[in-house]
């Protein structure tokens, strides 16, 4: 049995067991192994913490009446506003969801209110983004002390702790003032340690290692001089299709194709650096494939396009270009991107034609990440057995800095030490002096 399977049967048996009834919305989810998947990977496939976690999942939608948040129940106002609102992709492609805080003032929301509607809008990114991650912005620009309430951002790092499974890339905080430091170290202590690593704290001059200039808003010192208007969601019939997600034996985005992996691994073979991945066709179709990545000066990808017979697999050589070492791998990304086509001998302009009008939702999407061989870390660490950390570096500098200004201090002591000693050579002098004019003096009056 696989696990998804056996979290079905699980949750199944415990709804058997139990008075509980949950919202037949709410259980179309557990029909559906994307979603599963979802919140298997939440718990590092854990079976049991996943069937609880679904299990928790239901209770809350259903005591929150979660399904009956809609822009016609929630506070418009604070919608229109524009405190939240999408706009943009990180370096992942995943829609970047931003909090502008300089508009929150605290004490002067209904905190209630507020509340559903951060729900709404996460509800309506998971159905328009069919379940893809998220990356959470937290603008923190020209806040002061009344911008901030950790009642809300705490609401917001619990709603995807425990209601959201693996739905957040990536948290920013951007351009947090050091007033307001401590209240971010908070939510910080109460985070996973996987969560952790999502949470970035950044200002404009590093802005562009998760969001691109041309995805960044001009605020930002980006590229995309957007300015929120609120627009309502459009209600059409494959957005209900959403609202229950696909069930078994439909297509859902994530089973076009099989990966070998989720993470290149690049080695150095003489003065070649290269990795690879192979993918095959895991549908009942032909299918179309690109691929695409963060950094397109950098690599040659072969192929980086192409066609996939049924049941077809295709090695994918990613070669690093002259010019550009190992280390420059670790952050860069590669996307997968698969369509269905209506055969295997399509021509050219027809799959051009297909690739532009299809819409969002019948193209995969597939992320991979890229990391340097074991080997080569250890050699750019310089071929030491326990390489620094970061923190370890850090602590390291301080230590450095300290030695340095400690050095500083007693060259100052014995500069005053020696600036003493000749001021007193030179009173003494003075004394000696004036004394034996005195005597001169002492001598004429005497004759």
């Known amino acids: ?58 209770v809350w939608r259903k005591t929150e009446k979660i399904n009956e948040i809609t822009e016609k129940t929630v506070n418009i106002e604070y919608v229109r506003e524009g405190l939240f609102f999408p706009r943009g992709r990180d370096i992942d492609s995943c829609l970047i969801f931003i909090m502008k805080s300089k508009i929150y003032v605290k004490g002067q929301k209904n905190v209630a209110e507020l509340k559903k509607v951060i729900i709404y809008w996460l ?26 309430d950790i009642d809300i951002v ?11 499974p693996n739905f957040v890339n990536y948290i920013i905080v951007f351009q947090l003032p050091w007033i307001l430091s401590a ?19 950044i200002g ?3 802005l562009k290692e998760i969001v691109a200039p041309e995805q960044a808003l001009t605020c930002w010192g980006g590229k995309d001089d957007y300015v929120f208007e609120f627009i309502p969601e459009k209600q059409t019939e494959s957005t209900a299709k959403k609202v229950t997600f696909k069930e078994n034996g439909t297509h859902s985005l994530g089973e076009l194709l099989s990966l070998s992996t989720n993470i290149v691994e690049f080695k150095t073979d003489g003065d070649e650096i290269s990795g690879e991945f192979t993918i ?67 021509s050219q302009t027809e799959l051009s034609e297909l690739w532009q009008s299809s819409s969002k939702s019948k193209v995969d999407e597939y992320r991979l990440k890229c990391q340097s061989s074991e080997k080569e870390k250890n050699t750019l660490n310089h071929e030491s057995n326990s390489p620094e950390t970061d923190v370890a570096v850090t602590i390291k500098k301080i230590h450095n800095d300290f030695e340095a200004l400690n050095n500083e201090v007693s060259k100052l002591r014995m500069y005053q030490i020696v600036t003493i000693f000749l001021s007193a050579i030179v009173v003494l002098l003075s004394i000696l002096i004036y004394r034996e004019v005195g005597n001169e003096d002492g001598s004429c009056t005497r004759i």
């Open 1 to 58: 049995m696989s696990k998804l399977s056996e979290i079905r049967a699980l949750f199944e048996a415990k709804l058997k067991s139990s008075s509980e009834s949950f919202d037949p919305r709410d259980l179309e989810r557990v029909k559906s192994d994307k979603y599963l998947y979802r919140v298997l990977e939440h718990y590092d496939n854990d079976v049991q913490l996943a069937v609880d976690m679904l299990w928790e999942i239901m």
């Open 123 to 148: 509800e309506r990114l998971e159905r328009e983004e069919d379940g893809k991650k998220i990356t959470v912005f937290f603008d923190m620009d020209g806040c002061g002390l009344s911008n901030m």
């Open 154 to 164: 705490m609401y917001m790092v619990t709603l995807f702790k425990n209601y959201y």
């Open 183 to 201: 209240g971010f170290k908070i939510v910080k202590s109460i985070l996973p340690a996987k969560a952790v690593e999502k949470l970035k704290t």
């Open 204 to 206: 404009k001059d590093k």
């Open 280 to 346: 095959k066709n895991m549908d009942d179709s032909a299918i179309s494939f690109k691929i695409r990545t963060t950094s397109p000066e950098k690599y040659r990808v072969r192929p980086s396009s192409g066609l996939l017979g049924i049941g077809a697999m295709q090695t994918v050589i990613i070669t690093v270009q002259p010019g550009f070492n190992v280390s420059c791998v670790n952050k860069d990304r590669f996307l997968v991107l698969a369509l269905q086509i209506p055969k295997i001998d399509i």
